[in-house]
């Protein structure tokens, strides 16, 4: 009777527990927050190389300010352009999924936010955790305008990889003498390539190898024995970079948000646009040493590029008594030695180690099968100088990028407002070529006739088709890496290799299984890409090089996709807020 009894109030005490915590778990999973941001756009006077000058920023400050969130929450951001110059920002690598207006890309989802005018941004996370990062998304202003984005994992969710004792945001830019936005325009004005940045940057900072900017270093002060999670990411205008810091071994652990099985490495190579995040494991105990964190362009074109290094430290924090010990000694500075700035074999290696986990928790869902096939080629070429311009390249022409030999010309309005309302004549026609417009060898001696033409064009795509696309570089006016982003989607790289895709042997040899999954991937120099992706988000998304100079030129296009039978597959009409044109 006794334990009768007693089992009875126990199972009464085990039944309340649950009913006490099971809300608790339940909030903790599906508790959504909207957080809000305010982001003033304005002037602010910063000094580099020894230089002050009036730099675009967000609250006045450079880089910008962290936006976090957790997976599932909104996100409201007031944008208040105080500067004379139109802005737009863009949520690099975010789904946006039914929430294209919120985008960024001017004259793609949005007209730019004119001097005076505000714009909120709104829009959910949905089914993402990691680093991403913000920028301008208009000419050149993301030279000094952006920041990072941290989505944390839902409540009580741990990351797959051991818990770190501190995160740190590190991220590279580029930084000129000069002002930016006269820089690009009269570069467009001659048809020639655009003066090269003076230095790059980590988290603001050149480093102490340029003149006179010892005290301009960023500095990472770190305890022994401990785990720091880095999350790393290239804002450089058009520069891929290597980054490494003394003595250190790396462990990368995801990419562009998605986690990848962990692989150690001394060297990380970062495209522009993308996001990598590492463990950084310290020593055991404080060494006598100061370790330089170091960043440096690999550059595989046949342009000028800006070959400097941008450089940190990473110093130990010492107890009190080895602080006493060690005060008036000077710490060995001990430096990496990065790879060589072409090093084409290293930048092949270090892609194909990316996998994605394609466990039961986070699974890789490649399309298996494929609905629409598109071949692009993506690389240089020359074009006519406008009427009453004069250019200066050979016979009046003038250096131009495309893909599949067209030429991205944007439109006076955003195509996301022409698609939706019906209105798509005289602003952009859906002839954009699947194929290019003749064969050649593509990574050999290039063809006679190098002329670009020009166009709006989008390709339209059926809701929730799988696509797969081939990304071939070319060589002409010379072979060239081309970090190419796709906006509102992640892809799978299913494959990757020198020279002249095969289409009879090569597709054999994809990985269909844990390919990576990004939203910006560097097509190799003198090679191609395949990736593939489900066109499961409803809106008009840009697709470009995140090399600024070749998006200036033109190595541009976009994607259409139609909405679906359901009312979740489709866009809902745009905010009352959105800028008008």
Same mark, same amino acid.
């Given at each position: 009777m006794e334990l009768a009894s007693f089992c009875s109030l126990r199972a009464i005490f085990l039944f309340s527990c649950a009913l006490w915590i099971m809300p608790e778990l339940t909030l903790a999973k599906h508790a959504k927050i909207t957080r809000h941001y305010n982001f003033n756009v304005q002037l602010q006077n910063v000094t580099r190389l020894c230089q002050t000058k009036s730099i675009v920023t967000i609250n006045g400050r450079f880089p910008g300010p962290r936006v976090i969130a957790r997976e599932g929450d909104r996100l409201v951001i007031k944008v208040t352009n105080n500067v004379p110059y139109n802005v737009t920002i863009h949520w690099h690598g975010v789904r946006q999924l039914r929430s294209a207006w919120a985008d960024g890309p001017a004259y793609v989802t949005q007209c730019p936010i004119q001097t005076g005018q505000t714009f909120v941004y709104n829009f959910t996370v949905t089914g993402q955790r990691g680093t991403l990062w913000w920028h301008a998304h208009i000419s050149w202003l993301r030279t000094t305008l952006y920041g990072p984005i941290v989505i944390l994992p839902k409540k009580h969710v741990p990351y797959p990889f051991p818990q770190t004792f501190k995160e740190v945001p590190i991220i590279f830019g580029e930084w000129w003498k000069?002002? &930016?936005? @006269?820089? /690009?325009?009269?570069?467009?004005?001659? $048809?020639?390539?655009? !003066?090269?940045?003076?230095? %790059? @940057? /980590?988290? $603001?900072?050149? $480093?102490?190898?340029? !003149? $006179? &900017? @010892? =005290?301009?270093?960023? =500095?990472?002060?770190?305890?022994?024995?401990? &785990? %720091?999670?880095?999350?790393? /990411?290239?804002?450089a205008l058009n520069n891929e970079l290597f980054f490494g810091i003394a003595n250190h071994t790396l462990t990368v652990v995801e990419a562009d948000a998605v986690y990848v099985k962990p692989f150690r490495t001394n060297y990380v190579l970062i495209t522009p646009g993308q996001t990598i995040n590492v463990l950084l494991k310290t020593k055991s105990k404080a060494p006598n040493a100061a370790f330089v964190i170091a960043a440096r362009p690999y550059a595989t074109g046949p342009a000028a590029f800006d070959n400097t290094t941008a450089t940190g430290l990473l110093e130990y924090k010492k107890s009190s008594v080895s602080n006493t010990k060690t005060k008036n000694k000077k710490l060995r500075l001990l430096r990496p030695v990065l790879p060589k700035f072409n090093d084409t074999i290293f930048a092949m290696k270090f892609n194909k180690k990316v996998r994605s986990l394609a466990n039961a928790r986070f699974p890789a869902k490649v399309p298996k099968t494929v609905d629409k096939h598109f071949f692009f080629t993506v690389g240089l070429g020359i074009s006519s100088c406008p009427k009453n311009q004069a250019c200066q390249g050979p016979n009046n022409t003038r250096v131009t990028a495309a893909v599949n030999n067209v030429s991205f010309v944007m439109p006076n309005i955003a195509l996301l407002q022409a698609h939706f309302f019906n209105k798509s004549k005289g602003v952009y026609t859906t002839d954009f070529p699947a194929n290019p417009p003749f064969r050649f060898n593509y990574t050999g001696t290039p063809p006679n006739n190098i002329m670009i033409s020009s166009g709006t064009k989008a390709v339209v795509l059926p809701f929730n088709a799988s696509v797969e696309l081939i990304l071939q570089d070319t060589s002409i006016i010379g072979a060239e890496s081309h970090p190419l982003h796709l906006h509102g989607f992640n892809f799978f790289v299913v494959g990757q290799g020198n020279g002249n895709f095969d289409p009879k042997k090569d597709p054999s040899k994809f990985n269909l299984v844990d390919p990576a999954e990004r939203n910006t991937i560097g097509v190799p120099s003198g090679g191609w890409v395949a990736v593939r992706f489900f066109a499961d988000n409803p809106g008009v998304w840009f697709m470009h090089c995140h090399l600024e100079v070749h998006t200036s030129w033109g190595l541009k296009m976009a994607w259409i996709v139609q909405d679906g039978k359901l009312h979740h597959q489709k866009l809902p009409p745009p905010p009352s807020d959105l800028p008008k044109c």
């Open positions: 000069a002002d &930016t936005e @006269t820089v /690009i325009n009269q570069a467009m004005q001659t $048809g020639l390539a655009p !003066n090269l940045s003076n230095a %790059y @940057t /980590i988290n $603001g900072f050149p $480093g102490f190898l340029y !003149n $006179g &900017t @010892t =005290k301009d270093t960023f =500095k990472l002060k770190v305890k022994a024995g401990k &785990t %720091y999670l880095l999350r790393l /990411i290239n804002a």
